[in-house]
């Protein structure tokens, strides 16, 4: 198969908007796609040549692209940076460049020979590296078409972003393969069990439904985490949860997913599927003695504490003493504590179909308890009063507030989920008229006055999952501190769009629009119906949607969350219909 088939594609998906001239869009690529191809297509899909979580690092910075685009042309460097200027990006600087020098080329790359070389230019290492890297994508753009070009260069320059998410490409598989959407679920589940969008389309197309309904988790492949919901009355918590739950400690640290392979090695992973062993060595140290079962994938908070006096600590500390004093300093001058709460496999068995209860059990049998590995406290509460108790007593503790849990027979880990299974109660729900929310930046205002040069507010957008939009909700300039405000536009530079992304669903214009990427945290005073913002659009009121008032960053890049677990549109709904029923006190 041609890569030309996979760019005209790109090309295609890249203009279209709608979801289903998406899926339908996708559903011809992957129809032409022989099976022993569709994993590879399908990560290129993803602007990807493994899944995510292998972290194949191409070790490709731009600058170096940028060369092997001025040998490939034959054009001076000085040449190709000027196109870049002129064009907005390096993909497009080499799609002008080689219809120029090439315009007459016949399609001849393969998929294979792309992502063969792209994993090529991966592995080479040590002395001499920069020079083979340049060489081999050298090569590659001399024999690509100039649409070609274009999306290789963002491809390895990890600019693809085609916007397109992983359900997307779930519901063009099912289409294909089964002949209707309506199994996206089954998918969907599978995927979120072993984050391997490559073997899932493999099981499929080889096995049919019925293969990928036998999907297990596996040690090594991290597991897309669940979520919870958020409610701020421990009655309608426990009518939710069928009238008893297990209030657990909410711990503020970082949520880590261990994973134990056959061969002795233990992997964490954040929840966003980037490896951090590196990061916390105590932490593997923990989990060498304290685990039980050869293979096993665990969950825990890591989070700073004081063992000697059983104290909670900020987990700022820890994050700000790693990047200060370096990994060991920090390990030493600020221990950690982990907090497990879940076990999802253990020696060949997937835990993820238990009722919590069982999970809990497996987990207690499955750990040695020391001073730094202790299972997350919970309690079995099945009255609004003993709730409220457990609350006051978590955060007299040191921790956030509770993660109340189901305990019934049908209480799965719903992996990739943020359902009614786990409800979160947290401090400050209680205090605040409006709780903190996680939006993405989509847009940016020009600086004025002692803010010239920078960026004025910022443009911010809930996520809608079921259309894959960013929907805006309003703008912020407050509460960035001004080295903050100074840093802006590098920050945001790499995402700048020339015109509004497909997916940014916007009633508002912009100075500069963003391809959604960073998710930072806000506090506002109200949430208020506009006939501006698009956020739940058409839910409260025929032609408004939710705007935020007095909005304020809080000082907080979620840079463990992807654009896509930002705050939901669908909550700020829940979150207004709540603030108009209980209004604070
Ligand atoms: P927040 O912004 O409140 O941290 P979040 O969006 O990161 O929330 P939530 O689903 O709202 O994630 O809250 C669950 C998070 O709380 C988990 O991802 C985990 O990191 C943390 N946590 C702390 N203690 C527990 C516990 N006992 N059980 C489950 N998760 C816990």
Not at 103 to 111: A, K, T
Not at 196 to 219: E, F, H, N, P, Y
């Amino acid at each position: 198969m041609k890569y030309q088939v996979v760019a005209a594609a790109y090309r295609d998906l890249e203009q279209a908007s709608g979801r289903l001239i998406l899926i339908d869009r996708l559903a011809v690529l992957l129809a032409q796609t022989p099976e022993e191809l569709l994993p590879k297509v399908c990560y290129l899909c993803q602007g990807l040549v493994a899944p995510e979580f292998a972290a194949v690092d191409l070790g490709l910075a731009e600058k170096l692209a940028l060369r092997a685009v001025a040998t490939a042309t034959g054009v001076e460097p000085v040449e190709v940076v000027a196109a870049v200027r002129e064009a907005g990006d390096l993909g497009q600087a080499a799609e002008q460049l080689l219809a120029a020098t090439a315009g007459e080329r016949e399609p001849s790359l393969h998929v294979d020979t792309v992502v063969d070389t792209l994993h090529e230019i991966a592995r080479a290492g040590g002395s001499g590296s920069q020079g083979r890297k340049l060489g081999l994508l050298a090569d590659l753009l001399a024999l690509a078409t100039p649409l070609e070009a274009r999306y290789l260069l963002r491809l390895v320059t990890g600019n693809l972003r085609l916007g397109i998410g992983t359900p997307t490409i779930l519901d063009a598989l099912a289409q294909v393969y089964t002949g209707s959407r309506k199994d996206r679920p089954v998918l969907e589940r599978a995927y979120n069990i072993c984050c391997d969008l490559g073997l899932v389309a493999a099981t499929l197309a080889s096995g049919g439904l019925t293969a990928v309904q036998k999907l297990q988790v596996r040690a090594g492949n991290p597991v897309r985490v669940m979520l919870a919901q958020r409610l701020s009355d421990a009655g309608e918590i426990l009518t939710r949860l069928g009238g008893q739950c297990m209030a657990e400690y909410k711990y503020d640290g970082m949520r880590l997913q261990a994973h134990r392979t056959a061969d002795g090695h233990i992997e964490l992973f954040t929840r966003r599927q980037e490896r951090v062993s590196s990061q916390f060595p105590d932490v593997v140290e923990l989990l060498q003695t304290g685990l039980g079962p050869r293979e096993a994938i665990l969950e825990g908070e890591v989070v700073a504490y004081d063992a000697a006096a059983g104290e909670l600590r900020p987990f700022q500390e820890v994050m700000f003493r790693r990047r200060k004093h370096g990994i060991a300093e920090a390990a030493r001058d600020v221990p950690i504590g982990l907090f497990c709460f879940e076990l999802l496999y253990a020696d060949g068995e997937d835990f993820t179909g238990l009722p919590y209860l069982e999970r809990r059990t497996r987990l207690a049998d499955a750990i040695t308890l020391s001073d730094r590995l202790r299972l997350t406290t919970a309690m079995e509460v099945a009255t609004a009063p003993a709730l409220d108790a457990a609350f006051e007593q978590a955060v007299a503790d040191g921790s956030e507030g509770l993660v109340c849990k189901a305990t019934g027979s049908t209480a799965i880990y719903q992996a990739g989920a943020r359902g009614w299974l786990w409800i979160k109660l947290k401090r400050d729900y209680r205090t605040e008229l409006a709780d903190t929310v996680d939006l993405v930046v989509v847009g940016a205002y020009a600086g004025r006055g002692r803010r010239r040069g920078t960026y004025g507010a910022v443009l911010l957008a809930a996520y809608n999952p079921d259309a894959e939009l960013y929907q805006t909700v309003g703008r912020c300039g407050t509460g960035f501190s001004d080295a903050e405000l100074a840093a802006l536009p590098a920050r945001l530079a790499p995402l700048i769009r020339a015109e509004r992304p497909a997916r940014v669903d916007s009633r508002v214009p912009a100075d500069v629009w963003f391809e959604p990427s960073l998710v930072l945290e806000v506090l506002s005073a109200e949430l208020t119906l506009s006939p501006n913002h698009t956020a739940g659009w058409g839910q409260l009121k025929d032609d408004g949607g939710l705007s935020m008032r007095f909005p304020r960053f809080t000082g907080r890049w979620r840079d463990d969350k992807e654009p896509q677990d930002a705050t939901t549109s669908q909550q700020l709904v829940e979150l207004y219909r709540t603030a108009r029923r209980a209004p604070a006190d």
